[in-house]
């Protein structure tokens, strides 16, 4: 069974990096779609960046396009998300998701992904 655990987050203040480690257990080497997604207080769950283990392509939401980076240790089993740049409104709970599928985008709905990590708090402020 795949658990995800998420890690790094922290209070940073804007302009600043952090980045935010999913470490996974459990994982049969399947296609999978790893998202990290967020959530801030009042308002709904967003998928913010995508990491395909198929073609190990990634994909971005506009709004963090440019100051996110995604990426895979393979030897770690850990999924990162070097976030720079950082602003107020990036302020969130950040979660790892997982699905096993071939098709990865931003594009997928939070509905698509059935493994959840804890999530990990991201505060961006001065």
């Known amino acids: 069974q795949v658990q995800l655990v998420e890690s790094g987050g922290g209070s940073v203040q804007p302009g600043g990096s952090l980045r935010l480690s999913c470490e996974v257990s459990?994982?049969?080497?399947?296609?999978?779609?790893f998202g990290w997604f967020r959530q801030a207080p009042g308002k709904e769950r967003e998928l913010v960046s995508t990491?395909?283990?198929?073609?190990?392509?990634?994909d971005y939401e506009d709004s963090v396009k440019g100051r996110f980076t995604v990426s895979r240790d393979d030897a770690k089993n850990t999924i990162y998300l070097q976030m720079n740049y950082l602003k107020p409104e990036d302020t969130a709970l950040y979660h790892c998701?997982?699905?096993?599928?071939?098709?990865?985008?931003?594009?997928?709905?939070?509905?698509?992904?059935?493994?959840w990590g804890q999530g990990t708090q991201v505060t961006v402020s001065s």
């Open positions: 998701a997982a699905k096993f599928t071939r098709t990865c985008t931003v594009l997928l709905g939070r509905r698509a992904f059935n493994i």
């Open positions: 990491f395909s283990t198929y073609d190990r392509n990634s």
């Open positions: 459990g994982y049969s080497g399947s296609s999978t779609c």
